[in-house]
């Protein structure tokens, strides 16, 4: 992530900073600050610079060469593989402090409606794209993990040979995602149903699960259910129709416990994208197929429809 900065006026030195900001949000850039361990330096970094990014030079105030002066011109190529960069992280963060500190001596003033990239706020276990040997993490350690991060929004343990998460689950109130791809999670715990911000679940390639939360209908918002690959998943919740939101099903059971489950499908008139419908020899009346109106589901482009000899 590299931007070569401007040299000239003072909207110049405000984009440098914005930039700089957005650039500390960026995920690719934060796992590199991991790697290097230079993340804790990177995160007070980040704050000092939001408080900059909220002034600018004053037109009659002190000119730019003042805000330049501050800022180091191994900042005009941004990259932590820039090793002139790596060695003066301390040295910028420092200097950025300085900035804010001294803001009524550069002639700054307060600006209204500054926007920039918010920090992911989410867990650092996710493990790099294309990076697929599991790693352990037992049960005591995630339960530490989620005390410790009770506001968490995004939570990804993909690869993790985890088979059940804590009971304390809950205390995420304000997840919005999460995704246990490729984990051994059999099922989740009815602790879940308290996560009722959650948009995104994914579950893509959970071999080993067997059984979605019965009290599935507490996500109202999820707009996201990916069950791809989970081939010991025979049945789905009751209501699931009732999550009218959800724009992404990869899989849909109709199980032998349910002949009219398939009217389930009715309410979900935001689908769109692929939906494979499993189990369709327990469907007896064909009123049931009508009343799931899989053609007026204009968003699906690809419906596959499997037998039991097929699952």
């Known amino acids: 992530m590299e ?17 700089l900001v957005n650039t500390t949000t960026n995920s690719d850039f934060l796992n590199n600050a991991r790697k290097q361990n230079v993340d804790a330096e990177i995160n007070k970094w980040h ?19 003042s805000m330049r002066a501050l800022i180091p011109s191994c900042c005009t190529s941004f990259s932590l ?4 960069f790596g060695s003066k992280l301390k040295e910028l963060t420092t200097k950025f402090e300085k900035i804010v500190k001294d803001k009524n001596d550069l002639g700054l003033i307060e600006k209204s409606n500054v926007k920039f990239e918010k920090r992911p706020e989410s867990t650092p276990l996710g493990i790099e794209e294309g990076f697929f ?19 968490l929004k995004v939570l990804s343990l993909q690869h993790y040979t ?27 715990p009815n602790s879940v149903d308290a996560l009722y911000n959650l948009e995104t679940l994914i579950l893509y390639q959970c071999s080993c699960l067997v059984e979605l ?12 259910l990916d069950l791809t690959f ?23 059971i109709v199980s032998k416990g349910d002949k009219h489950q398939i009217r389930e499908l009715q309410g979900l008139t935001r689908l769109r994208g692929k939906l494979s419908i499993y189990g369709l020899e327990n469907v007896q009346d064909i009123k049931d197929v009508r009343c799931a109106n899989l053609k007026g589901k204009k968003g699906l482009d690809n419906i596959a429809l499997i037998w039991s000899s097929e699952f």
Not at 240 to 252: H, N, R, V, Y
């Open 162 to 188: 985890i088979r059940e998460l804590p009971n304390n689950i809950d205390v995420l109130k304000l997840l919005r995602y999460l995704d246990l791809s490729w984990s051994h999670i059999t099922r989740l």
């Open 133 to 151: 040997e599991s790693c352990n993490l037992s049960y005591d350690v995630l339960h530490k993990i989620l005390l410790e991060f009770k506001c």
């Open 47 to 65: 704050k000092t610079m939001t408080k900059i990014n909220v002034f600018t030079a004053d037109s009659q105030g002190a000119s730019s060469s």
């Open 81 to 84: 593989s820039n090793a002139k």
């Open 213 to 224: 939360p019965k009290n599935i209908i507490n996500f109202a918002d999820l707009h996201k």
């Open 230 to 252: 989970t081939r010991r998943l025979l049945e789905m919740p009751s209501r699931i129709g009732s999550l009218t939101k959800l724009q992404t099903l990869s899989k849909f």
């Open 3 to 19: 931007f070569i900065a401007m040299e000239v006026g003072k909207s110049i030195i405000s984009t440098v900073i914005s930039k």
